[in-house]
């Protein structure tokens, strides 16, 4: 399978509609051979300062309706080109193709839910007459973009979808983001911002900068203009953000342990399915994945054979062959982990 989707190239941040010459870069490769598909500017401290810059200085004047058509018409380019979107985020994740595509349609839907949600008033007009104490008044409430800044920082696993996440929100409710992508995977989340531009949205409402997550993480993490974190990752990093935030607020999405329970008196054949499923989809590299199983004692032996023979059915290979169910970790350190655990589980 040729993996020449993407040209080898320099490609900067997006700051203040701008792609700033960065004097150093970050190898982007196909996780499935290491080649390069691709050169990301590393961007500096200065450089997120330029954006916080930019962003802090602008004010939404969009109405509802242009938030609405900017993000439907976003979701009709991505749609237009889901192929090519979910050849992209192969490329540079080692997710297979199955799982890239319904990324892809997961975008799609985050952006139409969202261009509805622009729509739909929040607010309302309540009675002040409902206490003893209370006067023959009505009170109106209505919410208007008030966060400031925002910063968001998002993780390789799923590097279109959980970036649509932070940053459709945003737009919808008419505040402005900085966004640091993984460094392992920055191509989708660039080209988002670059599909968003075309369906008319302010450079300064959306600016992204690449490059090393302690430099640039320091840099939004401890700028008071940033009114507001939003953060998937490890619980680790997690808990270090929200001791750095302070008063502001925080959103963290962090890890699992999820289990999968499995009773005796289920069905086994589907319960080993579901298990497999959900521990082996993208890679296993979800939040979500299942990481334990917990079976009752007189099922134990049938459901271990009906789940291996499960996991046997899993076609391994190129992420970029259609016919692959699972497509390969993000990096070589990541295999070492998994091989490394697997090792552990096997002497115990």
Known sequence: MSTEVLAVRVDGPRIGGKRPV???????????????????????ADDVRQALDFAEGFRCSLSRYERHRILVRARELIEARADEWARLITLES?????????????????????AHQVLVEHGGVYPGDVTQSGSVRKIFTFAEPLLGVICAITPFNHPLNQVAHKVVPAIASGNRMVLKPSEKTPFSALMFADTLYEAGLPPEMLQVVTGDPAELGAALL????????????????????????????????????????????????????????????????????????????????????????????????????????????VDAAAARRIEDAVAAAVRT
């Open 222 to 329: 401890d700028d008071p203009r940033v009114s507001m974190i939003a953060f998937t990752g490890s619980s680790t990093v997690g808990k270090r953000i929200a001791v750095r935030a302070g008063y502001r607020r925080v959103i963290l999405e962090l890890g699992g342990i999820d289990p999968a329970i499995v009773c005796d008196d289920t069905d086994l054949a589907a319960a080993a399915e579901l298990v497999a499923r959900g521990a082996y989809g993208n890679s296993g590299q979800r939040c979500t994945a299942i990481k334990r199983v917990l079976v009752q004692t007189s099922v134990a032996a049938e459901f271990t054979a009906l789940l291996v023979e499960r996991t046997r059915a899993w076609r391994t290979g190129d992420p970029l062959d259609p016919e692959t169910d699972i497509g390969t970790v």
């Open 22 to 44: 960065c004097a150093a870069s970050i190898d982007v490769c196909y996780p499935h051979t290491g080649d390069v598909i691709g050169i990301v500017g590393r961007a500096s």
């Open 94 to 114: 080692g997710l297979c193709l199955r799982d890239t595509r319904h990324e892809v349609r997961r975008t799609c839907d985050v952006l139409q839910c969202a």
